[in-house]
């Protein structure tokens, strides 16, 4: 069953690489989205794919990259939409 999260995580997440291995781990597990910073120094994401691989996806996020002090993570369930054709980094 496919389904789609928003995530937004906060803590030490901006100037870490979350971005970037957040993408790559996203595109390991075959999710498709996109992920960006926000103004208020969180990081927010959009995962949509497999069931196992979006909690996979949003399970890693707690942790993120070495350099990442993950606070809180903040997910919703959204209805999986399919629009995406891969996953990318949004500015």
Known sequence: MKIGASIVVHGRVQGV??????????RELGITG???????????????GEEGAVRSMVDWCHDGPPAAQ??????????????????????
Request: charged letters at 25%; a negative charge; glycine letters at 10%.
């Open 17 to 26: 690489a979350f971005r970037h291995y957040t993408c790559v781990r996203a």
């Open 34 to 48: 996109w992920v960006r910073n926000l103004p208020n120094g969180s990081v927010a994401g959009l995962f949509e």
């Open 70 to 91: 993950v606070e809180r993570v903040d997910v919703r369930q959204v209805e999986y939409g399919g629009e995406f054709d891969g996953f990318e980094i949004a500015y």
